[in-house]
């Protein structure tokens, strides 16, 4: 079955330290998306892709990084630079035009130790 | 982006119809209506989505208003497994992103 796979579901980072999410999808999709989600509250967009080699940023673009070198990937790098990455991390799809819905992954927690 | 705003919680009881309301008032005409649940620790998953008549699917119906500046969408009987955070967005055509807002908590009573 197709769909979005994220790893690692729980990833702990030292301070100080840049750690990648990954994210694969096998949906064929064109676009592709990295949500945060804090506790209790909803999602907020970091990045995002609608073709390879090519991303905007989104409302937290800040501290973050992405590569978008094949279609089916779109990692992210929480870098050094972000100060409360603590939070639920969400990447998810879609195919061109309006007429479909967001395909999301299961997530990634990432947790500052 | 155009907002929705939605009620921050309702609750309703197993095998009873639940309708779940969300206003967007500064709709555009090239605005798509979707909605979305999500499980806690677990992603989104996709509901369904309109832009002008009402739609159904074997998730659920979405009733959209005439004047498309509020939408309702239709649980025609719950389960426990209904219950979620339902999230109401607007999709603007060729933006290719959608903004989430806080959502309705959505507790279903056995």
């Known amino acids: 079955d197709g769909g979005i796979t994220q790893s690692p579901k729980y990833l702990f980072r030292k301070e100080g330290q840049n750690v990648t999410l990954s994210c694969e999808q096998n949906?064929?999709?064109?676009?592709m998306y990295w949500y945060r989600q804090d506790p209790g509250q909803g999602l907020r967009l970091i990045y995002y892709?609608?073709?390879?080699?090519d991303f905007q940023k989104g409302d937290i673009a800040e501290g973050y990084s992405v590569s978008r070198e094949k279609k089916e990937s779109f990692p992210l790098t929480v870098t050094s630079a972000q100060k409360n990455p603590t939070a639920f991390y969400l990447c998810?799809?879609?195919?061109?035009?309006w007429g479909h819905g967001y395909t999301f992954g299961s997530g990634t927690r990432l947790t500052v130790v | 982006d155009a907002k929705t705003t939605q009620p921050n919680s309702m609750e309703s009881n197993e095998e009873e119809p639940v309708h779940l309301p969300c206003n967007h008032s500064?709709?555009?005409?090239?605005?798509?209506i979707h909605w979305y649940r999500q499980l806690p620790s677990q992603g989104p998953e996709y509901v369904i989505h309109?832009?002008?008549s009402n739609v159904n699917n074997r998730m659920a119906s979405l009733a959209i208003a005439e004047d498309r500046k509020s939408s309702t969408l239709i649980l025609h009987r719950a389960t426990l497994r209904d219950a979620a955070v339902y999230y109401c967005i607007l999709g603007r055509e060729g933006a290719q992103k959608l903004v989430f807002g806080q959502g309705t908590r959505l507790t279903i009573n056995p």
């Open positions: 309109g832009l002008t």
């Open positions: 500064t709709i555009s005409g090239t605005d798509y």
């Open positions: 892709s609608q073709i390879v080699n």
């Open positions: 998810a799809s879609i195919r061109a035009g």
């Open positions: 949906l064929n999709h064109d676009a």
